[in-house]
């Protein structure tokens, strides 16, 4: 966006921000988080602490304060975002997006880094996790972020004199990555948003305890499986009298799967053509 964009935006913008004055307990905060929102939002080659500080006639060290020190109300925050989407965004049809992203961090002092595998790098690597739910209609015109968790390991855990160095209070545990996103879909529900589906990447797929929590939910969902997932093709009953099989020779060779028509889906454009699945 550029500054006549933005500027046009003002009025709009302030009464959306308004809508969350009492997440802040004083009225500096208020301010420095529309600042800071809006050199978010500016054409700044580098959008840290320094250049929107700058940019906006404050002393850096302000808004440092404020992303470091300065209190708000996370909680509350997350349900006003959720209900904002629930009111102003009531589609029909609403997808629940579960994933986690890794990013990338030097040192021991940030709080929740551990060597662990890291998307963004795509290796294992010194890195903080964070677990996302995001909504999505159908048809992709609104998409929206509306829970972000950060993930504890476990390490983290049972250092509690290393967690409370870091900030991290005592109330904040180790809790499996799908625990926190069962969590996330509840929280959710609390605020009256709900999800025609859900959908999450091979990796919660693989955990029985996420998918077991989905089903007591009444949740549909589709997630990527691995093609060496043990299964069967129909409902083996309590005591199976055949053994299972992987997906991926169920899907080559079995009668059930074969007697149902395979049908083309377009799941994006990419740089070497389209992505179509069967």
């Known amino acids: 966006m550029n500054v006549e964009q933005i ?27 529309a600042q800071y929102i809006r050199g978010q939002l500016s054409e700044l080659p580098r959008k840290s602490v320094e250049p929107i500080a700058l940019a906006a006639g404050l002393r850096p060290r302000t808004l440092q304060e404020f992303l470091r020190t300065d209190v708000w109300d996370r909680a509350r925050m997350r349900d006003r975002v959720q209900q904002i989407v629930v009111r102003d965004h009531g589609k029909p049809q609403r997808i629940g ?16 880094v551990n060597r662990q595998y890291c998307g963004r790098s795509g290796k294992i690597d010194n890195c903080v996790i964070s677990v996302h739910l995001t909504a999505s209609s159908f048809d992709t015109t609104f998409r929206t972020m509306v829970d972000s ?9 049972q250092d509690r004199a290393r967690c409370e160095k870091a900030g991290i209070p005592d109330d904040v545990v ?51 499986i691995p093609r060496n997932l043990s299964c069967w093709s129909f409902d083996p009953g309590g005591q ?6 992987t997906a991926e020779n169920l899907c080559r060779h079995s009668r059930h799967v074969h007697d149902q028509p395979w049908v083309r889906f377009h799941i994006k454009d990419t740089g070497n053509g389209p992505m179509v699945w069967k």
Do not use: M
Request: hydrophobic letters at 35%; glycine letters at 6%.
């Open 240 to 245: 199976p009298s055949r053994l299972a099989s």
């Open 97 to 112: 997006i579960i994933d986690d992203s890794g990013h990338p961090k030097k040192g021991r002092q940030t709080a929740c």
């Open 149 to 157: 968790t950060p993930y504890l390991p476990n390490s983290w855990h």
């Open 174 to 224: 180790y809790r499996p990555k799908y625990d926190i996103a069962l969590e996330q879909l509840d929280q959710a529900t609390c605020n009256g948003l709900t999800f025609d589906w859900i959908t999450a990447d091979i990796w919660y797929s693989e955990k029985t305890r996420f998918l077991s929590g989905l089903l007591e939910r009444s949740q549909r969902f589709v997630l990527e």
């Open 7 to 33: 500027v046009s935006l003002g009025p709009e913008l302030a009464d959306f921000l308004d809508e969350f004055a009492d997440c802040f307990g004083r009225s500096e905060p208020r301010s420095h988080v």
